[in-house]
Every structure is written in structure tokens, then in C-alpha cells.
């Protein structure tokens, strides 16, 4: 027996760092006792932050199961907390998990639970609203986050304050899966998400979808000493971009996301601006194709317009080199087990035009963009038609409304502009989108590849690093040439803000502070 197996067989104590990059351990407790402060200034207490922001609807509700985008996504941590929360360094802690062990096969999991946690109504948290909340994203779920916990059996209640979480299948990764923001804490039974009743710094004032949401801070002293600093915030949906950075130049807003690259030297000039950018792990911008009907099941017509897509010139000019070119699938560069010795997919011409006469497709190519998507997936989606027609091919742009764009056209649309965000694991990464066909409701391009289900599973409990780092290789490998998703563009990302907001650190997954400035902010 080697080293590594009598590890194996044996339950120890080790950082959480190991935990999350897949130690050679499996007993492991992790423990977080405080929430720091996000910057070196001591956090200061009221004032109203105002929040202009892309990435909702008119469609929108407060229904975390639901929530596909920034400001539903934002809402939700206003209101509720997660079991865990990701760290700026990329790293897990917990949030209204006070500590947690996992038995050797990572498939048995013990969560303690924080006292003297209460929700808006007064009811302290215990075990039973977290299995309920668990429980509402496994079965017969519309949950965005149903495949996250797919292979979890069965969830016991061991005290008033310990649950217990049992898993066909082990997963290293399970306390980051369990940050999703469709996973936040509810009390049992609850279901009136109209009227929210969350464990969150504030409580719901006022909700439009598709025109603004306001907040006050919750009676009483918030959980979490140093944050939930605002008397108030105001979320205002701002999805022009334009109309967003001169909201912020003109001091409507303190903060906004999704700064169009074109505009960072127009917002750098202002000295009461200040610009947060995360290099190479934004969203990862695309065009989704459902492979499992129609022309887009032709593999040959798929690579057509692999091939024919000129990456780099929509880097260069439409993100303006605050991006990195994309290779079809949704891992990024800067992410652990990201295989660099893959084969890019480069803008050939030639190799378009054989693969397109060879696929004996005659019939109209139409792709569907709009700002609902991304704002810049017109300009993408010319580029493309451009690049396209320099190899033969014919590709029909039709613009279509922002508005209800994840409901109407996402999912529904054979071909269509799309985009991830940055999720912490290459294991979420990959199964969000690719995992278990169309078992999995975020599955866009109805990819279902047994041998890809059988490696991300497999993965997922592997801990001889050089052959986990192998396999997700192979899973890579696998999307990039089978797949339906076009991923042209892993973006940085970049928010605009006052420079006497504080807080606004660079996450290890989504902008705006993890999509928690709300949260974690304060004014100097």
C-alpha cells in the first residue's frame, strides 16, 4: 500500500485550500469562524448605494430557482445567504455553515450549522429549513441548479443544528456547488417567494421587475459584523450600456457592471471613478447551437462554423483585448486544470469551406443575438457573418428583444448568443453546461456524451492529481470538437464605480464583488 492509499484510509484534519484543490485527504473539517473585512479601511455603516446593472428583465421574479442572470442573481444575496460562499481567492468558506466534515469516498458530508441565525420573520435557522431548501432543487424541480446536486441520495437531520449529506456519487466539490445563488436558505414550507423571509443583511421595499428593485437594511445587527453596511440600496436595471456608464460619469449610480470595453479609457479619465477588472475570468461569450436535431446535428456543419469564426479579430475589436480568445468550451486560462496543451481553434477559411460542402446542408443558417444575451453579441455575431462569407458560407443575423431573452429565445432558439459566467470549479464549469444531456435544464446545446458524463464523474472523486488533471483534459478535449457551443471569448471582467464605494474586490467567480457588493460594500 502506498502513501497515498493509506491517506485514503485514514480521516485527518487539513486546510480547506487542500479540500477545494483536491488534497490527498478525505476526512476533512473545515471551519470559519469570521468574516473579514474585504479591504484594509474599517467597514463604516449607512448610506444608500445605488446599483445600475445589465443582466435582467422584465421577466424576472424573486424566485431564486428561476434566476438566470446579474440582477435576479444579486437580489437573491441581498435577501438569503448560501451554506458556503466563495472567496475572493477563489478558495470556499462557510456562510451559515459554521463548520464541515466529509468521510473517506467523498459522499458522506456533515454540515454544522451557525446559531443564533434568524430570518426576517424571527424563526432561528436550523436543520430543517436547510433539507427543505436542499430539497428544493433535487426531484421534479425547475431549479437552474437541479444538476448540481444530482447525485445526492438522500439529506438526514442529525440535531437541530447538523445535517447530514449522503451522494450516490463522491464530489470534492460539493461545498462549492452548494454556493450556487439558486441555492439560498428559506424556512421550511416556505414558498410565498413574493414576500421574501431570507437570513440576509436586508429585507425586500420594493420590486419592478425589469426597472428597479430597492432594499432596506434589515431591524437589528446583520449576522456578519463588518458587512451589510447600507441603510439602503437601489438596484436600478440598466441593460444599455451606454445609459450605464454615463449613469455612473453623471453620479446617478455608484456602481455598475458589465463596463463595455470600448469605454474603460473614457471612465479611466475620471478621477472620481474607479474601474475593477479581473483578467481573463469573465463571462464566457459564445453562440449556442441545439445539436440534437435538425442541421445543427450535422458535425460537419458544426465544425464549418468552428472554423469559420475569427476569434482573435472579436477580441480585438469588439473587447478591445480585455478578453482572451475562446476555444469552444466553457473553462477559462486562469482556472486550475484549464489544459493548456489543447488544440486551438483558429480562423481557417479553407477549413470552413470543406467542412460546409462536405456537411451537404442547403438550409438557412440563422443566428438570434441580442442585448438580452450580451450587449456586444451583434458586433460578435457581424464579425462572424463577415468571417463566415470569406469561406462561402451564409449566415443570416437576426436581431430579436432583450427583453424576456432567456425565457423566449435561450433554450428555445436552435442557434443563439449566449454566455457563462465564471464558476469556481472546473467540475461546475463543465457539468453546468455539458453534463447528462437533457436530463440537465442548463444544457443549451442538448450535448449528451456518455464518455464525457462517465470522466466528469469519475473526476470528481479522483485524487492522484496528474490523472484528475487528465481527465478534465479529456472532458475539455471532448466539448471542444463535439459539442454545439461556439465560445469565441473568455472576457474579463470590469465594473465602473465612485471611488468612495469600498468593498469592491475582485471575486473568484462573479463581478461586483461576487455579485455582493450590497453586502460587503460601505462608503469612506
Known amino acids: 500500500m502506498d502513501k497515498l492509499e493509506k ?11 487542500k479540500l477545494i484543490a483536491g488534497a490527498s485527504a478525505l476526512g476533512v473539517t473545515g471551519l470559519l469562524t469570521s468574516f473579514p473585512a474585504v479591504a484594509q479601511d474599517k467597514p463604516k455603516k449607512g448610506g444608500t448605494l445605488r446599483l445600475g446593472m445589465g443582466g435582467g428583465s422584465a421577466s424576472d421574479s424573486l424566485d431564486p430557482l428561476a434566476a438566470a442572470d446579474a440582477v435576479p442573481f444579486m437580489i437573491g444575496y441581498m435577501l438569503y445567504n448560501n451554506l458556503f460562499e466563495v472567496a475572493d481567492d477563489g478558495s470556499v468558506n462557510g456562510e451559515l455553515v459554521e463548520s464541515w466534515e466529509v468521510r473517506p469516498g467523498a459522499a458522506d458530508w456533515t454540515l454544522t450549522l451557525r446559531k443564533g441565525v434568524t430570518f426576517s420573520s424571527g424563526k432561528s435557522l436550523d436543520a430543517d429549513d436547510v433539507i427543505y431548501s436542499l430539497n428544493l432543487h433535487r426531484g421534479d424541480t425547475k431549479s437552474g441548479a437541479k444538476v448540481l446536486l444530482a447525485d445526492v441520495t438522500e439529506i438526514k437531520k442529525i440535531s ?5 449529506i449522503l451522494m450516490k456519487n463522491g464530489n470534492l466539490d460539493l461545498p462549492f456547488n452548494l454556493c450556487a445563488p439558486h441555492i439560498l436558505i428559506v424556512p421550511n414550507g416556505f414558498t410565498d417567494w413574493k414576500n421574501p423571509n431570507g437570513t440576509g443583511a436586508f429585507t425586500l421595499d420594493e420590486f419592478t421587475p425589469g426597472v428597479r428593485a430597492t ?6 445587527d446583520y449576522w456578519k459584523s463588518n458587512r451589510g453596511n447600507f441603510d439602503r440600496v437601489e438596484v436600478t436595471y440598466v441593460n444599455d450600456p451606454t445609459a450605464r456608464v454615463n449613469a455612473l460619469i453623471s453620479n446617478q449610480v455608484d456602481a455598475i457592471n458589465r463596463v463595455p470595453a470600448r469605454m474603460v479609457k473614457l471612465l479611466g479619465g475620471n478621477k472620481n471613478v474607479t474601474i475593477s477588472r479581473s483578467a481573463g ?10 445539436t440534437d436535431k435538425g442541421i445543427y446535428a450535422n458535425k460537419d456543419l458544426m465544425m464549418s462554423l468552428k472554423f469559420g469564426i475569427d476569434r482573435k479579430k472579436i477580441v480585438d475589436n469588439v473587447f ?23 488544440t486551438l481553434t483558429s480562423f481557417d477559411p479553407d477549413k470552413a469551406a470543406f467542412h460546409f460542402k462536405k456537411s451537404g446542408v442547403t438550409s438557412p443558417i440563422e443566428l438570434m443575438v441580442s442585448d438580452g444575451a450580451f450587449n456586444e453579441s451583434a458586433d460578435c455575431g457581424q464579425i462572424f457573418q463577415e468571417s463566415l462569407a470569406k469561406a462561402g458560407i451564409k449566415l443570416d443575423l437576426k ?10 429565445v435561450w433554450m428555445k432558439a436552435p442557434f443563439c448568443a449566449t454566455y457563462w459566467n465564471n464558476l469556481p470549479t472546473v467540475d461546475i464549469q463543465l457539468s453546468r453546461a455539458f453534463a447528462n444531456g437533457a436530463a ?3 444544457n443549451e446545446t442538448r450535448f449528451d456524451n456518455s464518455q464525457f458524463n462517465k470522466l466528469i464523474a469519475a473526476a470528481r472523486v479522483e485524487m492522484d492529481e496528474k490523472r484528475r488533471t487528465q481527465m478534465y483534459a479529456e472532458c475539455q478535449s471532448i466539448v471542444r470538437q463535439e459539442s454545439g457551443l461556439i465560445c469565441f471569448a473568455v472576457a474579463d471582467y470590469l465594473d465602473g464605480a465612485s471611488t468612495k464605494l469600498k468593498g469592491l474586490t475582485v471575486s473568484g467567480r462573479y463581478d461586483l464583488a461576487d455579485l455582493r ?5 460601505w462608503f469612506a
Open 7 to 17: 491517506k485514503l484510509q485514514t480521516s485527518m484534519l487539513i486546510d480547506r485550500r
Open 160 to 164: 437541530a443544528n447538523q445535517v447530514q
Open 215 to 220: 432594499f432596506k437594511k434589515k431591524a437589528g
Open 281 to 290: 475570468t469573465g463571462n464566457r461569450y459564445g453562440f449556442a447551437a441545439q
Open 320 to 342: 478591445s483585448g480585455y478578453a482572451s480568445v475562446g476555444n469552444d468550451h466553457t473553462v477559462g486560462a486562469k482556472m486550475k486544470f484549464y489544459d493548456k496543451a489543447q
Open 399 to 408: 436581431r430579436v428583444s432583450g427583453d424576456g431573452y432567456w425565457d423566449n
Open 440 to 442: 440537465n435544464s442548463w
Open 517 to 521: 457588493i450590497a453586502e460587503k460594500g
